[in-house]
């Protein structure tokens, strides 16, 4: 069943929704965590959010999606987003999940696409007792570099405070924070299961990015699919039934 929830973090309150099977009430049962990119919701392009969580609930697996902090319908503004931002409300919806009692505690995955991803993988390795498994579409590994290579590009200075980045105003905090996290690094600790989907023709983060979390960070214990011609978000019917598939397959193996 599908329905509306919040949670508050730090004063915000954060917007989400939850899919949980009804015979949730009768048992727990395992549950995935969706984490949007960035400038991304809830919901993400064509809806692609929405549906996996609908394909989750048809095999018995509840999930939960939340606008971060700044971002969709969340309280915030998204000048004040940071990657560390992200993570804090990532960790605080973790501990939400655990603590339902329609939920197996010990049965929870995480879920991030593109920084969503950057977020899931070092909340996962911040918090390697509390996930049980970890799947990672197109993660942007390389956020930091994204980050200084986009305020090059926008002719930054040093003084400026706020950027304009497609409509949404960015704030320097994003830049002064993520300049000092090792994505990689800090993913490292996780030692359950990872599935890594990544489309071959991804121009915002390439396939290697993923190549790398596969054989640096988490070696045997991932699993790569690559989805041939897809983009960073997976823009086709066919792409993103292959991502839903792959997803599914996973949870239920």
């Known amino acids: 069943m599908q329905r509306a929830i919040t949670l508050t973090v730090e004063g915000l309150t954060l917007r989400g929704m939850e899919h949980v099977p009804e015979r949730a009430t ?21 809806r692609s959010f929405l ?59 995480l879920l991030g696409l593109s920084m969503g991803g950057f977020v899931a993988g070092i909340t996962a390795g911040d918090l390697p007792n509390d996930v049980d498994k970890l799947i990672l579409l197109a993660p942007a590994g390389n956020f930091r570099d994204l980050v200084q290579y986009k305020m090059s590009q926008a002719g ?28 990689f690094g800090r993913a ?3 030692r359950g299961p990872v599935l890594l989907i990544h489309g071959t023709k991804d121009e915002a983060v390439p396939y290697s990015v993923s190549e790398k979390y596969a054989s640096d960070v988490y ?15 997976f823009n086709s019917h066919a792409w993103e039934s292959q991502v839903i598939a792959h997803i599914l397959d996973f949870m239920t193996t």
Do not use: C, W
Request: proline share 4%.
């Open 156 to 183: 930054i200075r040093s003084d400026d405070q706020i950027f304009d980045d497609g409509g949404n105003l960015v704030g320097r905090g994003l830049y002064e924070d993520v300049i000092q996290i090792d994505g």
């Open 219 to 233: 070696g045997d214990r991932a699993i790569l699919r690559l989805i041939d011609g897809a983009d960073h978000t």
């Open 26 to 46: 009768e048992s727990p049962v395992p549950a995935v965590i969706l984490f949007h990119g960035y400038t991304g919701t809830k919901l993400e392009p064509h």
């Open 188 to 190: 490292k600790p996780f």
């Open 51 to 109: 549906k996996i969580s609908r394909a989750l609930e048809t095999k018995g697996i509840a999930s939960f999606r939340f606008d971060f902090a700044g971002s969709g319908e969340s309280d915030g503004d998204f000048e004040n987003m940071t990657a560390s931002s992200e993570i804090r409300d990532a960790k605080a919806i973790l501990q939400m999940v655990k603590r339902d009692p329609r939920i197996e505690s010990d049965k929870v995955t």
